[in-house]
C-alpha cells in the first residue's frame, strides 16, 4: 500500500508537497476503505485517494509522479542515451536549475534479505533525486531504497547510491560478482533496481515485479491505452468480460449485447444495440463507450491482483452513476481481496458525496502557477457528516473549479 508522498520540483508542483494519508486511530471506518498499511499496523490509510480542483490546478502531476518513478525503477535501463528523462521540473529558470525530488512511503515483504515471503510486512520508502538540466543532461544524484523490518528497530538501506557512482547495500543483498557486473554497467541516469532486475538479480527482479502492478491510463509515450489489448484482456478473463456486458446493459449505453468474436487473427469486440439489425465493431461504437472499454480493466485488474489502479480523468471514461459503485468495489472484501488501491483524477465533484475526509485531496494554484495540495481532513472544522460537494462547490474548502 502506498500511503504517504513527497513531490518537488515536478511539473506544476515547484515547491516541497508532502501527502499523508495516514488517517487517524480514531476514525471509525464504517464503508470498509481503510486498510492497514501494511499486515499487522495499527496505521490505516485509503484505498480509495481522489483528486479534485480546477482545470490545470496540477492534479495529474501528482499520478505522473507515481507513474514515473514506477516507469524509472522498472524501465529506465532501456531509456535512449541520446534524451532526458520523461519528466519536466517547474517552468521556471531558477527551478531547472535545481534538483527533482521524489518520495514515496508503502508496504512490502519484511523478510527481503531472507527466505521467500511468509506474508509478513513492513514499511519501506524510496527516494529520487535527479539533477538540474543547466548542461540539458541527468543523472542520478541520490536512489535509496529502505526498510524497517522490525517495529522498534532503525530504518535500513538496502540500496544507497550517489552521483559519484558510489552504491552500498544491505550486508548480503547482492553477491560481490554481480556487484562488479553492476559497476560494469550502471549508466548515471538509469535505475540501480533496474539494472539489477537485468543482471537477473532475484530480489530486484521480484520488486519490479511488484512494481509492474501499477495500472494506469497514463503512458509516457503518449498513448492513452489501447483497444486491442483491452480486447485480449476480456478474451482471456470471462469473469471479467461478464462484468462488462452487465455493466454495459445497465448504464443505458443502448447495448443489448456485447461478443468476442474469434473468427479473425486477433479478437474482436462486437456490440448489438436495440433497434439495430447491423452488428457494430469497437471501432465504430461512442467515444465515451470505447473510453470505459480502455479504462475499466485496469480497475479489474487491480482488484483481481492487488496493486494500484491509478486513472486520470476517470470520469471522461466512466459513467457518472456507475463510478459510486466502482468507488464501493474497493471497499468490498470479496471483490478487492487484496487491498487493491484507487488513485484517481476526477472533475465530477458530485462524487465528493461518496467519499470520506481521508480519501479527498484537493489541489489549486497560486499566482505563480505552483500547485498546493491539501487534504480535506486537514482543514479544520470540517465534520464527517456535512455535505462535501455542497461546501466544495460553495467555495469553503478553496480549490473550486473555475467556470466561465
Not at 540500496?159 to 549508466?187: D, H, W
Not at 479473425?264 to 456490440?271: G, I, R, T, V
Request: proline residues 4%; contains cysteine.
Amino acid at each position: 500500500m502506498l500511503y504517504k508522498i513527497e513531490i518537488e520540483n515536478f511539473y506544476s508542483i515547484s515547491e516541497h508537497q508532502e501527502i499523508d494519508l495516514r488517517a487517524r486511530k480514531s476514525v471509525v471506518d464504517n464503508l470498509g476503505r481503510l486498510s492497514p498499511i501494511f499486515t499487522g499496523s495499527e496505521d490505516r490509510s485509503p484505498n480509495v485517494v481522489a483528486l479534485f480542483g480546477p482545470n490545470a490546478a496540477g492534479k495529474s502531476n501528482l499520478l505522473r509522479a507515481i507513474v514515473f518513478a514506477a516507469w524509472f525503477v522498472t524501465r529506465s535501463f532501456e531509456h535512449d542515451l541520446n534524451q532526458l528523462l520523461p519528466y519536466q521540473k517547474f517552468g521556471s529558470n531558477e527551478k531547472i536549475s535545481e534538483p527533482t525530488r521524489l518520495a514515496f512511503s508503502f508496504s512490502g515483504p519484511a523478510d527481503i534479505l531472507g527466505t521467500p515471503s511468509d506474508g509478513r510486512q513492513c514499511p519501506y520508502s524510496y527516494e529520487l533525486v535527479l539533477s538540474p538540466r543547466g548542461n540539458y543532461s541527468d543523472f542520478v544524484i541520490l536512489e535509496k531504497l529502505s526498510y524497517k523490518p522490525t517495529i522498534f528497530g532503525k530504518s535500513t538501506a538496502i540500496i544507497e547510491r550517489r552521483e559519484n557512482g558510489f552504491v552500498r547495500f544491505a550486508r548480503g543483498f547482492v553477491a560481490g560478482s554481480l556487484e562488479r557486473a553492476l559497476k560494469a554497467v550502471l549508466r548515471p541516469e538509469a535505475s540501480v533496481i533496474c539494472t539489477l532486475a537485468r543482471l537477473n538479480h532475484a530480489k530486484a527482479k521480484t520488486f519490479v515485479e511488484s512494481i509492474l502492478g501499477i495500472k494506469t491510463n497514463i503512458f509516457w509515450e503518449g498513448s492513452e491505452g489501447d483497444e486491442s489489448l483491452a480486447t485480449l484482456w476480456y478474451a482471456s478473463n470471462p469473469s471479467a468480460f461478464d462484468q462488462l456486458r452487465s455493466i454495459g446493459k445497465r448504464i443505458d449505453l443502448g447495448i443489448d449485447q456485447i461478443n468476442v468474436d474469434n473468427s479473425s487473427a486477433e479478437p474482436q469486440l462486437k456490440f448489438k444495440h436495440s433497434g439495430l439489425d447491423q452488428i457494430i465493431s469497437l471501432q465504430l461504437e461512442s467515444h465515451g463507450t470505447r473510453q470505459l472499454i480502455k479504462i475499466l480493466p485496469f480497475i479489474q485488474m487491480a482488484l483481481e491482483q492487488g496493486g494500484m489502479a491509478v486513472i486520470d480523468d476517470i470520469d471522461s471514461a466512466i459513467h457518472p452513476l456507475l463510478l459510486p459503485e466502482i468507488i464501493r468495489w474497493f471497499g468490498d472484501i470479496d471483490r478487492n481481496p487484496k487491498g487493491a488501491e484507487l488513485w484517481m483524477t476526477c472533475h465530477a465533484a458530485s462524487l465528493l458525496s461518496e467519499l470520506t475526509k481521508e480519501e479527498i485531496l484537493f489541489f489549486e494554484k497560486d499566482s505563480l502557477g505552483r500547485t498546493n495540495v491539501f487534504r480535506l481532513v486537514d482543514i479544520e472544522g470540517v465534520r464527517r457528516d456535512e455535505n462535501f460537494f455542497g461546501k466544495y462547490m460553495s467555495g469553503e474548502y478553496g480549490a473550486v473549479p473555475i467556470l466561465g
